[in-house]
């Protein structure tokens, strides 16, 4: 199961190689070359090197710029003035160095520009001790360095502005940071826009106190502005620095910010204390949300211990992004992570003399530590290699996911299963679950644990799982996709009455349906929806089957479950929205039987889509119901009247029904196919409808149509109206569509009983016998009572025994006539027996072209001659197999006959040999005729053989290649 949702291992880890590589690497600057005079002070700006070099006079000393890309291309630039170097100060980007120093009591500011060969006094800032400077990195430039701001041993804060050409300056005295008769210096400053606000924070530090100053930036944009504006208000009292006091004073001690690469804003403020290291994340959540103080939101890094266990102080330090840098006496290096405060550096100059200081390059990112000899440079190789972990253990997630890269799969699993496991342990469990989804971890183990505390969440579990499947993992697809339905469906089983009333339910089905109409579970859905349907219909719910089927465009099961569901109307409208005539077939009894004018309008919507004889057994089901009897009748009369239906079943079933609700139009129906060139219903079973509904003269039409003249006869005598008439018109209709007169006469005979003996009136029956040609006196008198007088019909008997006369003499006349004819039949057969043929000499078989008297011959009228042998051989290629059987045994015997006869002795004859002879002369005429009779009826090339072989080939098959080859 691991294997099958990605349990297990997902990676190589390349962090454990890294782990051989130290975090800072240390590489010495010129190795082979040594300072004229040992090195005082040393920055590095944009890999830019500035540094002094002092001997023990004035005049032993001097200033160098060299660029570190060309080492070998260094500038030296002379100090003319007397003054005691106390401070090397340089603008992070390289474009502005300050040389502070003192000569007796006087201070003085010397400014040297990027592209400048000598250092200038600025007098603006003559007797003013500066301690630090915060440079400018918002507006600073090549030719002037923005307003900055300085800091002086006095505790006074003043912005200055220099010119980059003549380093002319604009000096305004903004804020003393000392408020009592103790005078502090200024021991650092620096200035920032903080993240996502408008706001200009300055960071300033005495030896035990930092402070926070914030104000708003001018609307002109103008730093000068807002220096003034921001000042003012802490000045005149409106407003109060931040500001903490730490134990013990620290005289060198020194205030750095971090930037990012490309950052505007630093992350991170380091100072370097009398109790430690004191940094402030400036990106943690809690510093964004109350940039006014972010110095209550410090931490402290202890000093390194000696020996004794007493913290020692560092001579200077350096910051990272996640590390602080310190420089220790005697000459050690010592690297602290600034989030767990382990040591990752540790090393001991040795060989270089005493150790003075360090420093940064802000904009490359190296650090470089520095005695009287030597030039060290540092650089950190990916030293958040490992800080993600660290985040883990702080239980600071989103920061560990942040550093771990997306290039370590291992690592993300590793973060994601603590963060999973941490939401898991806190009752988070559907966030849990979403975190459990995209990691590793065997998915029996999530599963189980869900199972046990919240099968929300493991739904949540599954769903995620399910999104980060591909298409092509068919199997967990299918598993998860049943799991998750049946999750649902057990969710909306156990809801309680309270939350159907609050709605839950309704939520929890439009959630199952969001998740059907899930694009990549279709074709699950698809290859497997008879499972689908089964578990969704074993829960009943049927709006789900209904998105189901709606997904899958199974319309088929749509109508089926709208049907079992009752919804007839609706399933007429799905019928009509997606037309599919096994459907209208299918459920045309239940839909006929529920709503049969919504389904007949249906389906005469669908006009020649259907055949109207599919729905035949739903209409004969349900016949018995008068309004589902007469929607049929529409819908039939449709299919006739409109789409020209001539299914014998349609018409059936139309005269069944008219015969049934409308026995009214039941005639005109028979009679108006009549008068067509052909009837599409069944007589017979027209018949048979019509004499059960008891429709007599519907079925004496049928009678008629079907020529049985005597059953309509017969029929119409037992009308109550009109029975004469209508007698008498179906006998009329018989005399001209019947030949057989003893037919007719019949039929007049049943109307002539009916007039004698129904209605007993002598005289109209004397009347009907005048006017009818296929009845005499004869024919009637047995229909009249015993005792009646001859006077009515005397003369009628009369004109009857005179055409008995007649017809005796015609049949003497026709006798004769056959006499006659057999006679001379009897001479002409007598001519055929003395018949011949004359073949002459040289006349050939049609078969074998050779001379046909050689041997036994048969010689036709047509004048073809065949041998005997060669007839009989050709013959018997057109006869069936058993006429060939036959024909060959004729041969046999009249073979084994003749042999026989050739067997017997010549003077072996006797009346008993005589007899014996006689008989097998008799059987051997027999025989042959037989055989004449089957090879010798008609000619082979003039007779029914030759007509039957018209569609034969000339050449035969098997010869066809060897006979067109020879033509080659």
Same mark, same amino acid.
Not at 904 to 910: Q, T
């Given at each position: 199961? @691991?294997?099958?949702?990605?349990?297990?291992?997902?990676?190589?880890?390349?962090?454990?190689?890294?782990?051989?590589?130290?975090?800072?690497?240390?590489?010495?600057?010129?190795?082979?070359?040594?300072?004229?005079?040992?090195?005082?002070?040393?920055?590095?700006?944009?890999?830019?090197?500035?540094?002094?070099?002092?001997?023990?006079?004035?005049?032993?000393?001097?200033?160098?710029?060299?660029?570190?890309?060309?080492?070998?291309?260094?500038?030296?630039?002379?100090?003319?003035?007397?003054?005691?170097?106390?401070?090397?100060?340089?603008?992070?980007?390289?474009?502005?160095?300050?040389?502070?120093?003192?000569?007796?009591?006087?201070?003085?500011?010397?400014?040297?520009?990027?592209?400048?060969?000598?250092?200038?006094?600025?007098?603006?800032?003559?007797?003013?001790?500066?301690?630090?400077?915060?440079?400018?990195?918002?507006?600073?430039?090549?030719?002037?360095?923005?307003?900055?701001?300085?800091?002086?041993?006095?505790?006074?804060?003043?912005?200055?502005?220099?010119?980059?050409?003549?380093?002319?300056?604009?000096?305004?005295?903004?804020?003393?940071?000392?408020?009592?008769?103790?005078?502090?210096?200024?021991?650092?400053?620096?200035?920032?826009?903080?993240?996502?606000?408008?706001?200009?924070?300055?960071?300033?530090?005495?030896?035990?106190?930092?402070?926070?100053?914030?104000?708003?930036?001018?609307?002109?944009?103008?730093?000068?502005?807002?220096?003034?504006?921001?000042?003012?208000?802490?000045?005149?009292?409106?407003?109060?620095?931040?500001?903490?006091?730490?134990?013990?004073?620290?005289?060198?001690?020194?205030?750095?910010?971090?930037?990012?690469?490309?950052?505007?804003?630093?992350?991170?403020?380091?100072?370097? @204390?009398?109790?430690?290291?004191?940094?402030?994340?400036?990106?943690?959540?809690?510093?964004?949300?109350?940039?006014?103080?972010?110095?209550?939101?410090?931490? $402290?890094?202890?000093?390194?211990?000696?020996?004794?266990?007493?913290?020692?102080?560092?001579?200077?330090?350096?910051?990272?992004?996640? !590390?602080?840098?310190?420089?220790? *006496?005697? +000459?050690?290096?010592?690297?602290?992570?600034?989030?767990?405060?382990?040591?990752?550096?540790?090393?001991?100059?040795?060989?270089?003399?005493?150790?003075?200081?360090?420093?940064?390059?802000?904009?490359?990112?190296?650090?470089?530590?520095?005695?009287?000899?030597?030039?060290?440079?540092? /650089?950190?190789? &990916?030293?958040?290699?490992?800080?993600?972990?660290?985040?883990?253990?702080?239980?600071?997630?989103?920061?560990?996911?942040?550093?771990?890269?997306?290039?370590?799969?291992? &690592?993300?699993?590793?973060?994601?299963?603590?963060?999973?496991?941490?939401?898991?342990?806190?009752?988070?469990?559907?966030?849990?679950? *979403?975190?459990?989804?995209?990691?590793?971890?065997?998915?029996?183990?999530?599963?189980?644990?869900?199972?046990?505390?919240?099968?929300?969440?493991?739904?949540?579990?599954?769903?995620?799982?399910?999104?980060?499947?591909?298409?092509?993992?068919?199997?967990?697809?299918?598993?998860?996709?049943?799991?998750?339905?049946?999750?649902?469906?057990?969710?909306?089983?156990?809801?309680?009455?309270?939350?159907?009333?609050?709605?839950?339910?309704?939520?929890?089905?439009?959630?199952?349906?969001?998740?059907?109409?899930?694009?990549?579970?279709?074709?699950?859905?698809?290859? +497997?929806?008879?499972?689908?349907?089964?578990?969704?219909?074993?829960?009943?719910?049927?709006?789900?089957?209904?998105?189901?089927?709606?997904?899958?465009?199974?319309?088929?099961?749509?109508?089926?479950?709208?049907?079992?569901?009752?919804?007839?109307?609706?399933?007429?409208?799905?019928?009509?929205? !997606?037309?599919?005539?096994?459907?209208?077939?299918?459920?045309?009894?239940?839909?006929?039987?529920?709503?049969?004018?919504?389904?007949?309008?249906?389906?005469?919507?669908?006009?020649?889509?259907?055949?109207? &004889? $599919?729905?035949?057994?739903?209409?004969?089901?349900?016949?018995?119901?008068?309004?589902?009897? =007469?929607?049929?009748?529409?819908?039939?009369?449709?299919?006739?009247?409109?789409?020209?239906?001539?299914?014998?079943?349609?018409?059936?079933?139309?005269?069944?029904?008219?015969?049934?609700?409308?026995?009214?139009?039941?005639?005109?129906?028979?009679?108006?196919?009549?008068?067509?060139?052909?009837?599409?219903?069944?007589?017979?079973?027209?018949?048979?409808?019509?004499?059960?509904?008891?429709?007599?003269?519907?079925?004496?039409?049928?009678?008629?149509?079907?020529?049985?003249?005597?059953?309509?006869?017969?029929?119409?005598?037992?009308?109550?109206? +009109?029975?004469?008439?209508?007698?008498?018109?179906?006998?009329?209709?018989?005399?001209?569509?019947?030949?057989?007169?003893?037919?007719?006469?019949?039929?007049?005979?049943?109307?002539?009983?009916?007039?004698?003996?129904?209605?007993?009136?002598?005289?109209?029956?004397?009347?009907?016998?005048?006017?009818?040609?296929?009845?005499?006196?004869?024919?009637? =008198?047995?229909?009249?009572?015993?005792?009646?007088?001859?006077?009515?019909?005397?003369?009628?008997?009369?004109? /009857?025994?005179?055409?008995?006369?007649?017809?005796?003499?015609?049949?003497?006349?026709?006798?004769?006539?056959?006499?006659?004819?057999?006679?001379?039949?009897?001479?002409?057969?007598?001519?055929?027996?003395?018949?011949?043929?004359?073949?002459?000499?040289?006349?050939?078989?049609?078969?074998?072209?050779?001379?046909?008297?050689?041997?036994?011959?048969?010689?036709?009228?047509?004048?073809?001659?065949?041998?005997?042998?060669?007839?009989?051989?050709?013959?018997?290629?057109?006869?069936?197999?058993?006429?060939?059987?036959?024909?060959?045994?004729?041969?046999?015997?009249?073979?084994?006959?003749?042999?026989?006869?050739?067997?017997?002795?010549?003077?072996?004859? /006797?009346?008993?040999?005589?007899?014996?002879?006689?008989?097998?002369?008799?059987?051997? /005429?027999?025989?042959?005729?037989?055989?004449?009779?089957?090879?010798?009826?008609?000619?082979?090339?003039?007779?029914?053989?030759?007509?039957?072989?018209?569609?034969?080939?000339?050449?035969?098959?098997?010869?066809?290649?060897?006979?067109?080859?020879?033509?080659?």
């Amino acid at each position: 199961m @691991a294997d099958l949702f990605g349990g297990g291992a997902i990676g190589f880890d390349d962090s454990l190689t890294q782990q051989d590589t130290p975090i800072f690497t240390k590489r010495r600057l010129n190795p082979d070359a040594t300072p004229q005079y040992p090195i005082s002070h040393l920055k590095v700006a944009n890999n830019m090197l500035y540094y002094v070099m002092s001997g023990k006079t004035p005049n032993e000393r001097g200033f160098y710029r060299e660029n570190l890309d060309r080492m070998d291309q260094r500038e030296n630039l002379d100090l003319k003035f007397q003054d005691k170097i106390k401070k090397l100060l340089v603008d992070p980007t390289g474009c502005h160095v300050l040389l502070c120093t003192k000569l007796a009591q006087t201070y003085n500011t010397y400014h040297l520009s990027k592209m400048g060969k000598k250092f200038r006094v600025v007098s603006k800032l003559k007797d003013i001790p500066v301690q630090c400077v915060g440079f400018n990195r918002m507006s600073g430039s090549e030719a002037n360095t923005g307003a900055i701001l300085v800091g002086s041993q006095k505790g006074d804060v003043y912005m200055v502005e220099i010119s980059g050409q003549d380093s002319s300056a604009t000096v305004r005295h903004l804020i003393s940071i000392n408020t009592s008769s103790e005078v502090e210096p200024v021991m650092g400053v620096e200035f920032f826009m903080q993240t996502s606000t408008n706001n200009v924070c300055v960071i300033m530090t005495s030896p035990s106190k930092i402070f926070q100053y914030n104000g708003e930036m001018a609307s002109s944009g103008s730093l000068n502005e807002t220096f003034i504006n921001m000042f003012k208000q802490y000045s005149d009292g409106l407003q109060r620095p931040a500001q903490f006091e730490f134990p013990g004073e620290k005289t060198d001690c020194e205030l750095h910010l971090f930037y990012a690469p490309q950052a505007t804003s630093p992350s991170l403020i380091a100072w370097l @204390a009398g109790p430690g290291v004191i940094t402030v994340d400036l990106m943690s959540k809690d510093v964004l949300k109350s940039p006014d103080n972010v110095l209550k939101y410090y931490e $402290r890094i202890p000093y390194l211990a000696d020996s004794s266990s007493e913290q020692r102080s560092p001579l200077s330090m350096v910051c990272t992004q996640f !590390h602080v840098v310190q420089l220790y *006496d005697p +000459n050690k290096v010592i690297a602290i992570c600034l989030l767990d405060q382990t040591i990752v550096l540790e090393e001991i100059f040795s060989g270089c003399g005493p150790v003075i200081g360090m420093c940064k390059d802000e904009m490359r990112g190296t650090q470089y530590v520095y005695s009287g000899s030597s030039i060290f440079k540092y /650089s950190s190789v &990916r030293e958040d290699r490992n800080i993600w972990r660290i985040y883990l253990e702080k239980e600071q997630f989103d920061l560990a996911e942040k550093f771990a890269g997306t290039d370590n799969p291992n &690592r993300l699993n590793e973060i994601l299963l603590r963060k999973a496991e941490y939401k898991f342990s806190k009752g988070r469990y559907e966030e849990s679950a *979403d975190f459990f989804a995209k990691t590793a971890a065997a998915f029996e183990d999530v599963a189980l644990k869900f199972i046990e505390v919240d099968k929300s969440a493991l739904k949540k579990y599954l769903l995620s799982k399910l999104e980060g499947l591909k298409k092509s993992d068919r199997a967990q697809i299918t598993m998860l996709v049943m799991w998750i339905i049946h999750l649902f469906l057990t969710e909306i089983n156990q809801a309680d009455e309270e939350a159907i009333l609050q709605g839950v339910v309704d939520e929890i089905r439009e959630e199952l349906r969001e998740f059907l109409k899930m694009p990549k579970i279709k074709d699950c859905l698809d290859a +497997n929806r008879a499972v689908v349907y089964d578990l969704l219909g074993s829960h009943g719910d049927r709006e789900s089957l209904i998105v189901v089927g709606e997904l899958l465009e199974d319309f088929a099961f749509i109508v089926q479950v709208l049907v079992e569901n009752g919804q007839y109307n609706a399933a007429l409208d799905k019928l009509m929205a !997606h037309p599919k005539p096994g459907l209208f077939y299918k459920y045309s009894s239940v839909l006929m039987q529920n709503n049969p004018v919504k389904t007949v309008e249906s389906w005469k919507k669908q006009q020649t889509a259907l055949m109207p &004889r $599919r729905f035949i057994p739903a209409i004969v089901q349900l016949e018995h119901d008068t309004k589902i009897g =007469l929607q049929a009748i529409s819908y039939l009369e449709f299919c006739i009247k409109e789409l020209r239906n001539v299914e014998p079943p349609i018409h059936n079933c139309l005269l069944t029904l008219y015969a049934m609700y409308q026995p009214d139009k039941l005639r005109d129906f028979l009679e108006t196919q009549t008068l067509g060139l052909r009837v599409y219903y069944d007589e017979e079973y027209a018949l048979r409808i019509c004499l059960k509904h008891n429709h007599v003269l519907p079925s004496i039409h049928l009678y008629k149509r079907m020529k049985l003249y005597e059953e309509a006869v017969n029929l119409a005598l037992r009308l109550e109206n +009109n029975a004469l008439s209508e007698a008498q018109q179906i006998a009329r209709h018989a005399e001209s569509e019947c030949e057989d007169v003893a037919v007719i006469k019949q039929l007049w005979l049943h109307i002539a009983k009916y007039v004698v003996q129904q209605r007993q009136d002598v005289r109209a029956a004397m009347h009907f016998l005048h006017d009818n040609q296929y009845l005499n006196i004869e024919h009637i =008198l047995p229909f009249f009572p015993d005792f009646l007088t001859i006077n009515e019909f005397k003369g009628a008997i009369l004109d /009857s025994l005179a055409k008995y006369n007649e017809d005796i003499e015609q049949l003497k006349s026709e006798m004769q006539f056959a006499t006659d004819s057999a006679a001379g039949i009897r001479a002409t057969i007598r001519e055929i027996r003395n018949k011949y043929t004359v073949v002459s000499s040289n006349e050939k078989c049609a078969i074998c072209n050779y001379p046909v008297l050689v041997r036994a011959f048969y010689s036709f009228p047509c004048h073809h001659s065949f041998h005997y042998d060669c007839l009989v051989e050709k013959v018997k290629q057109e006869l069936s197999p058993a006429q060939a059987q036959r024909l060959s045994e004729i041969e046999r015997l009249l073979s084994l006959e003749m042999q026989q006869q050739r067997a017997k002795p010549p003077d072996a004859e /006797s009346l008993t040999s005589q007899t014996t002879s006689s008989n097998a002369m008799s059987k051997e /005429s027999g025989l042959r005729e037989d055989l004449d009779n089957m090879v010798a009826s008609e000619c082979l090339y003039c007779g029914e053989f030759m007509i039957k072989s018209i569609d034969r080939p000339f050449i035969p098959p098997d010869i066809l290649h060897d006979e067109l080859s020879s033509w080659m």
